[in-house]
């Protein structure tokens, strides 16, 4: 069993910036894609980025190109995701997943553990 532990959301002006954070807490982590995925009030959980095992790949959702950047320190165990240029409707909650595979994956099926979720709220 792998517990993942989020934080870093909060409240932000849009335009604004934050950075999650999300520790596992087990090294295994270092051998497992990670994932980002926001579920918005009233909407189906959405996939947000993902990193491979090595960090040397990436993906996004194009909602979220060129203003989040997912990033991972295996030695620490987590996996980072800066946002930049927040807007209102980036507005979720933010969960951290751990997938059965080393590899880039957006299918939520391919995710086996999951953190708890923390608010991100951007005010307009």
């Known amino acids: 069993q792998v517990q993942l532990l989020e934080s870093g959301g909060g409240l932000v002006q849009a335009g604004g910036s934050l950075r999650l954070s999300c520790r596992a807490s087990?090294?295994?982590?270092?051998?497992?894609?990670m994932g980002w995925f926001r579920r918005a009030p009233g909407k189906e959980r959405e996939f947000v980025a993902t990193?491979?095992?090595?960090?040397?790949?990436?993906n996004y959702a194009e909602s979220v190109k060129g203003r989040f950047t997912i990033s991972r320190d295996n030695a620490k165990s987590t996996v980072y995701l800066q946002m930049n240029s927040l807007k209102p409707e980036d507005t979720a909650v933010y969960y951290c997943?751990?997938?059965?595979?080393?590899?880039?994956?957006?299918?939520?099926?391919?995710?086996?553990?999951w953190g708890q979720g923390t608010q991100v709220t951007v005010s307009s």
């Open positions: 997943a751990m997938a059965r595979t080393n590899l880039v994956s957006d299918r939520e099926n391919l995710y086996e553990y």
């Open positions: 087990r090294s295994t982590f270092r051998l497992y894609a």
């Open positions: 990193i491979s095992w090595t960090g040397g790949s990436t």
